[in-house]
């Protein structure tokens, strides 16, 4: 029969596995997971970009070279304009051009010039890292700069359409430049430690600021500034905000902070029963009506 002290020594003993195991876990959860997640994050993996392309659609284009601000060369897709005015169509993370191609084929057939880049780190575009999006805006605004000079285009009826990460990336391009007349964001997430903590549980805090300050340590890039704190910037330009009710963690609730920061002219429109950026698949006739509409509303021809 144990005696008392040695019953005692094994419940410390029990206790410290206990603990042991717990802080295991915490240490795990708020900092081997996310510092996982940031390397994964910023080093996407590159999808060929073949097998389609416009002229599958019966659309002209031409393939576009551009140079960002930053030295980078970017690949991409130009449709040229039927009335005057231009959309630069940025896909998703992990994604390329061919992934917003179908919202680019929505658009030319309403007779808008459509710019579809591969952004940076991202099919043929040049670069190594994607850190959180931090520097796309740069890609974006090397597009802007191409558009401009287009003999076909207004340029002052040039707007932006962006596909969950891509819509991140929009809106930010947005608010560093206002030659970007109109905004649509499509299930743009949290892009900075600010933007994810005001849309995610409290608890989850501690795994999100090492998940972002991991990508700064990772990338030697510094977070961009906040969304919730920036987006105002792009008032009195219109922004319309797509997001899915039930999609990625924080999405929903990302928007919605998004659009009480955001000036007006300002759209929220959420969807139910539809996955992630997936509107124009899952209601395309909706879809098209709506974001058509808008661009029409927002970029309209000189009188």
Known sequence: MKTVGQ????LRYI???????????????????????????????RKPVCCICPAD????????????????????????????????????????RIGALPHGIMLAHHGY?????DLRAH???????????????????????YLQ???????????????????????????????IKAVVSDGAGAPTAKDSMLSNPWFLAP???????????????S????????????????????????GPAGEAAANRNYYAAAGNPKILWELSDVGHAGGLFTKPEEYEARVVDFFDQALPEAK
């Open 15 to 45: 206790r410290n596995l206990l603990l042991v195991f717990i802080v295991g876990l915490l240490v795990a959860f708020y900092v081997v997971v996310p510092f996982a997640q940031a390397y994964q994050a910023i080093r996407p993996s």
């Open 223 to 246: 977070s961009a500034p906040a969304l919730v704190d920036t987006i105002s910037q792009i008032s009195p330009r219109p922004v319309m905000l797509i997001s899915v009710t039930h």
């Open 7 to 10: 019953r005692i020594q094994g």
């Open 207 to 221: 795994g999100i600021w090492t998940l972002f300050k991991s990508g700064e340590l990772l990338s030697g890039v």
């Open 113 to 117: 010039g459509v710019l579809l880049i």
């Open 123 to 145: 099919g043929e575009s040049e670069g190594e890292t994607f850190p959180f999006a931090w520097e796309s805006d740069e890609d974006v605004l090397a597009a802007l700069e």
């Open 57 to 96: 659609s019966g659309l002209d284009y031409k393939d576009v070279t551009l140079e960002t601000s930053d030295g980078l060369t970017l690949q991409g897709w130009y449709i040229p304009s039927n009335n005057g005015a231009a959309i630069v169509v940025v896909h998703g993370f992990g994604s390329n």
């Open 149 to 179: 000079s287009q003999p076909d285009i207004d340029s002052d009826r040039i707007g932006a359409l962006g596909l969950s990460t891509g819509g991140i990336v929009v809106l930010q391009a947005a608010t560093n430049s206002e030659h």
